[in-house]
């Protein structure tokens, strides 16, 4: 069983900025595939972004590339979501997800999340 805590949602304006942090729990944090997922109100959960166990790569879904950096210190075991220049669609709830499995595929797939943090609700005015 991994626990997940989210926290840094909150409202902004668009152009703003938010931190979003994800702690896990467990001993092997290193080998956990981690991603970031949204969900806005009336539509299906989607990925936004995932990286690497050593956290040298990184993916993002084309909506945010260039505004969003996710990031992980493993000492803390804690992923991190920095959102810059954010959007009044970008507002949804986001969750922190993790994958025990022992592939090096980032994780981008829903079917393939073992465990979900409980969310936190990120809202952008225009």
């Known amino acids: 069983q991994v626990q997940l805590v989210e926290s840094g949602g909150g409202l902004v304006q668009a152009g703003g900025s938010l931190r979003l942090s994800c702690a896990a729990s467990g001993r092997t944090f290193t080998m956990y595939r981690m991603s970031w997922f949204r969900q806005a109100p009336g539509k299906e959960r989607e990925f936004v972004a995932a990286?690497?166990?050593?956290?040298?790569?990184?993916y993002y879904t084309d909506s945010v590339k260039g505004r969003f950096t996710m990031s992980r210190d493993n000492a803390k075991k804690t992923v991190y979501l920095q959102m810059n220049s954010l959007k009044p669609e970008d507002t949804a709830v986001y969750y922190c997800?993790?994958?025990?499995?022992?592939?090096?595929?980032?994780?981008?797939?829903?079917?393939?999340?073992?465990?979900w943090g409980q969310g936190t609700q990120v809202t952008v005015s225009s």
């Open positions: 990286i690497s166990r050593s956290g040298r790569t990184t």
């Open positions: 997800a993790v994958d025990l499995s022992l592939t090096d595929a980032l994780l981008i797939r829903i079917p393939e999340v073992d465990y």
